[in-house]
């Protein structure tokens, strides 16, 4: 292993929680339901998509004009909430863990679906310990599309076989595997089954703990 590939949400920082609160507003207008079990869908999912699932959801008909639009405002709200944002939003052993791999001279990048990801790497200051950034704004085709961390891996002048992926999400991990690549799933193993090692978080994770990935 000499390269490291990071998903954003929900491996180094908690803006799911933003993402449903600005969804979940957009779905109180539309008079959708619209709680945490149903925000799971949208985890590592591209913004059009997710308005796609949630006019799914709501038996809604829209223009694609419509679903801009909407996508557009549920953005901004999103922007709002992430404007906030600080060092203190990063989960808990993310960090430490990439101190140690810096030290370690392991490279990194960002492999996100989202738009707003250096936006966030900046108020967090994350962005130092990034060595790539690769986010929703630099593919054409969203997870489990493997395009985000290939050319993650292109950028790092590293080959698929070299890289490790963490992810928090399925399509996530889907992506990492048709990339070629290890997977690391952080979060449940019901959800990350696919992926080659799971860890509830990266609290207290170590170089170690990866074996000989
Ligand atoms: P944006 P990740 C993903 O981030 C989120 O998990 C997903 O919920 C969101 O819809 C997507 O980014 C797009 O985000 O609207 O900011 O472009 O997990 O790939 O880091
Ligand atoms: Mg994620």
Redesign the pocket.
């Known amino acids: 292993m000499k390269g490291i590939i990071f ?4 491996v180094l920082v908690d ?2 929680k933003y ?1 449903f609160l600005a969804w979940k507003k957009l779905a109180d207008e539309l008079h959708i339901p619209f709680s945490e079990k149903e925000n799971e869908l ?6 059009m998509r ?1 308005m796609e699932i949630l006019a799914e959801m709501g038996n809604l008909k829209l223009s694609r004009k419509e679903q801009i639009e909407m996508t557009d405002r549920k ?1 901004n709200w ?1 922007i709002e909430y992430i404007s906030q944002m600080d060092e203190s939003e990063i989960l808990p052993g993310a960090l430490e863990f990439l101190q140690e791999i810096k030290m370690a001279g392991i490279k990194t990048s960002l492999g ?6 250096v936006t966030i790497l900046e108020k967090t200051g994350l962005a130092q310990y990034l060595d790539a950034i690769v986010d ?1 704004n630099s593919v054409s085709r969203a ?1 489990p599309d493997p395009e985000v961390f290939i050319k993650g891996a292109e950028k790092l002048e590293l080959a698929a076989e070299e890289c490790v992926v963490f992810e ?2 399925k399509a ?1 991990v889907e992506a990492a595997l048709k990339a070629g690549m290890k997977a690391v799933g952080i979060g449940s193993p019901e959800i990350l089954g696919g992926a080659h090692m799971v860890f509830p978080s990266m609290k207290d994770l170590k170089l170690s703990d990866l074996g000989d990935l």
């Open positions: 998903d954003l949400d929900g803006t799911a993402h949208f985890k590592g999912v591209s913004r997710c953005n999103y996100s679906a989202s738009k707003n990801a929703g997870k928090d999400a996530g």
